[in-house]
């Protein structure tokens, strides 16, 4: 098990490390996206083997993902909203 | 030394533990849709503002932010080995990684008050004398105004985390953990590796995505 930890605390470390390099990357519109999809799989990661998602119940998975499946909602509907309005983005 | 039999509502242990596990996700889930909400609403208005954010951006001290990132994944980590180790009956190894937890946690804090201080330095805290040249400096306030909210925030959440640690750290010292019971320990853990997450997303959003308009 300390195996298993240590080994995924390297791999967040280099994701971190990965994700302040990004910063400096002529990444064009992948700029937007790929910081947030490094973060996920931290997410990712320190939920499955930190909060130990993986062992005991399978109903743990449901109420660790009802919360992120609220949030897609509520982030997939806001999205819609705004990327379907006239004048949007603001600026532009 | 506690008794080893469970709650009067409970049958077993084990069911004892899950049941506490999974109230705590219940409230994680809603400091998802928190956490959440504050996120959102600063997409859409960097995706207004994307000149003007990432101006205000680059001012932002992208060193602190990944040393306080590496220290919290840090002491994730401390913490998930503190829990393991009072699981196979180490209550020492899990004191002392508790609290290298919660020093790790103290020396996060430490350098966000620097950041803080820095950012008051270079102009950036909203009403008080901010400055910015090139861009809008409505929009620009507002990153700054964002930053402060989510960081702040986050910041409360995680006194609350060492405090709780602290009360752990005691319960380990005197040996109230059991290897067969500590459930106390174990939603402890959840919180605080929880924190951790707000965080890595929190770094994504604002140090490094569109700090360089391209």
């Known amino acids: ?92 | 030394m506690p008794a080893l039999r469970p709650e009067i509502q409970y049958a077993t242990l084990a069911q004892q533990s899950e049941t506490a596990q999974l109230g705590m996700w219940v409230f994680l889930a809603t400091e998802v849709l928190f956490f959440g909400g504050i996120m959102l609403a600063y997409e859409v208005y960097r995706t207004s503002y994307p000149a003007a954010f990432a101006a205000a951006m680059a001012e932002s001290v992208i060193v602190i932010g990944a040393i306080n990132t590496a220290l919290l994944l840090t002491s994730s980590f401390t913490m998930a080995l503190a829990v393991h180790w009072t699981a196979i009956g180490q209550p020492r190894r899990a004191t002392g990684s508790l609290i290298l937890t919660a020093g790790l946690g103290v020396a996060f804090l430490a350098l966000k008050a620097l950041e803080y201080y820095i950012d008051y330095q270079d102009h950036v805290v909203p009403r008080l004398g901010f400055e910015i040249h090139g861009v809008p400096r409505g929009p620009a306030e507002l990153f700054w105004l964002f930053y402060f909210y989510a960081t702040g925030l986050h910041a409360i959440h995680l006194t609350i985390g060492i405090v709780v640690l602290s009360v752990m750290i005691v319960h380990s010292w005197r040996q109230r953990f059991l290897p067969q019971s500590h459930n106390l320990l174990e939603v402890a853990g959840l919180y605080w590796s929880f924190i951790d997450i707000v965080w890595v997303f929190l770094f994504a959003l604002i140090y490094p995505i569109g700090r360089v308009v391209s």
């Open chain 1, 1 to 92: 098990m300390i195996v298993i930890f240590t080994g995924t605390w390297a791999i967040l470390l280099l994701l971190c490390g990965f994700n302040w390099w990004s910063a400096y990357l002529p990444l064009g519109s992948a700029h937007a996206v790929l910081p947030i999809g490094v973060a996920a799989c931290q997410a990712l990661l320190i939920a499955v083997v930190f909060m130990k998602l993986a062992q005991g119940p399978r109903l743990k998975w449901l109420f660790a993902g009802v919360g992120f499946y609220w949030l897609l909602i509520m982030m997939g509907l806001s999205a819609a909203d705004y990327m379907t309005r006239s004048g949007w983005p603001v600026n532009q």
